[in-house]
């Protein structure tokens, strides 16, 4: 559906259930709180739900906003998914979601399904760029807030405007939420600089133990729970590990592992070319060409393996 009908859409609904993906990040936050924001300044009453805690280092910017965790559907008229590129990424709230009759899936992930009623996928840097594009289409007079909940989407998922992803568009959009009050400085040192020391205790012990494959362009890092236990750190301060493993030079593809459980894993993928969409779907998982991710459940000699086997099938020759 066009942008310009779901904004008239929304603008008609009585009350909506936004809802972020398990293991939240800055993107789905961002705009998910953006989106409840801008819905609410049109009276719109409008709650954030997520299958997760919201993690300790978005404190900075949701300044005591928080997400619900029970969800009663008969109250409200609409349920909108913000950057879930597969209803599984629901997680509790999925049968939910997909058996009610009126929903929204905005997301700006390549291997999106559409899985919702109505589909608002558009493949950008980041789904706040679509959140604003929806805002702007609402005629929302961008409010300080808002722009720096944008923003912060913006900066996560361009890893602070230095991924290949940044276009021309994201710089423009980033320029309009500047203008509108946001602090890029401030949302990148809490996103990119700022760490407890525990963070760092882990990230030392994870890249000490890197692996390279395929002639040194296929690189891995292990997260056990051995690792995460002996720093003292939480599980989701792995966020970003992968960007290191990136920089390493003639690495093509990257992996970081975080073991979630036994025989378990997260799988983090990113690449300078080769489309790791391809090989996250291999495993159930998705996202986008240059950065994606799956869960494989093995024990982790044998996901290795696996992960390695399938990059060695998307590297070009």
Known sequence: ???????????????????????????????????????????????????????????FILQGETVKNTLSCGEYSALVSVDCADVTRLGAFTEEFLSFKNTYNIDH??????????????????????????????????????????AMGLCTDTGAFRH???TAETLFTASKLVEAGADLNKICFYMFTRQSKERARLFGITMQKIRYYLEGKFAV?????????????????????????MGI?????????????????????????????????TFGGG????????????????????LTFTVSRYLPE
């Open 1 to 59: 559906m066009e942008l310009k009908l779901i904004a008239e859409k929304l603008k008609k609904e009585r009350k909506i259930a936004l809802f972020c993906h398990v293991r939240p990040d800055g993107d789905t936050i961002g705009a998910s709180f953006a989106l409840k924001h801008g819905l609410e300044y049109f009276g719109i009453p409008t709650d954030v739900y997520c299958d997760d805690i919201l993690p300790e280092r978005f404190d």
């Open 287 to 306: 996202g986008h060409t240059l950065a994606s991710g799956c869960r494989i459940n093995a024990p982790l000699e044998e996901v290795v393996d696996k």
């Open 249 to 281: 030079k003639g690495v093509e593809v990257g992996a970081c592992l975080l073991e979630m459980a036994p025989d378990k894993f997260k799988v983090s993928l990113r690449s300078k070319g080769a489309d790791v969409s391809g090989v996250a779907s």
């Open 164 to 166: 290949k992803n940044v």
């Open 109 to 150: 992930h390549v291997s999106n399904n559409r899985y919702a009623k109505i589909n608002y996928v558009v493949d950008k840097s980041a789904n706040c760029q679509n959140v604003y594009d929806l805002l702007m289409e609402m005629n929302y007079p961008l409010e300080e807030k808002v722009a720096n909940f944008l």
């Open 221 to 245: 890092a292990i997260t056990t729970l051995a690792d995460v236990e002996k720093s003292g750190a939480n599980p989701d301060e792995t966020e970003g590990f992968i960007d290191f493993v």
